[in-house]
């Protein structure tokens, strides 16, 4: 399991680092810290960023500067993973038999803050595993490095693709299930 973008800021938060003004969800911090408690506790990792790019205001042309995740300010917006970050998830996924990727890990329609994204796509798409994409943003990113094909099977589903993963009956599967028992 690997966390990116406002996922990897409520993972921090439950961490205990500052976020600064950041994308989370403050209301899943107890759902995040629980997942950390298990992954310890079953001897497992959940790998969090250990570096961040970051702006002080959310636009195209706003100063981008990597800090390590422990000094991110209280006016900082964490607009990406930092460099080491990228290269620490890169190893990850180098060893990986299956992944299923859905979402950036930066605002990669910014292009200051695009390489964490690059980087992971880039990642899966080199990797000799059986690589599954979903969601629009997942998508776009891998359009916009020009890596669609280098991916297994894409799934235009995004959220839906995820539940489905989970084993929920998606409403369209199961009226075709009705209609096949009709």
């Known amino acids: 399991l690997i966390v990116g973008g406002g996922i990897a800021n409520t993972f921090l938060a439950a961490a205990g680092f500052k976020i600064g003004q950041s994308l989370y969800e403050a209301d899943l911090v107890p759902n995040a810290r629980a997942l950390l408690d298990e ?35 209280d006016d900082d917006l964490i607009m990406d993973v930092g460099p080491d970050t990228a290269s620490r998830y890169g190893e990850i996924l180098d060893n990986a038999a299956t992944i299923i990727w859905n979402g950036p890990v930066g605002v990669f329609e910014f292009p200051p803050f695009s390489h964490g ?37 894409i799934s235009t589903g995004g959220g839906a693709f995820l539940e489905f993963l989970e084993g929920k009956t998606l409403p369209a599967v199961q009226v075709l299930k009705e209609a096949a028992q009709a």
């Open 39 to 73: 992954a310890e506790r079953t001897g497992k990792h959940i790998p969090l960023p250990v570096d961040v790019v970051c702006a002080k205001a959310f636009k195209e042309d706003a100063e981008a500067f990597t800090r390590p995740v422990d000094e991110v300010e």
């Open 117 to 153: 994204t690059r980087a992971l796509a880039e990642a899966v798409a080199r990797s000799g595993a059986f690589s599954v994409a979903g969601g629009g943003d997942t998508i776009a990113a891998l359009t916009r490095f020009r890596l669609s094909d280098k991916i297994s099977y």
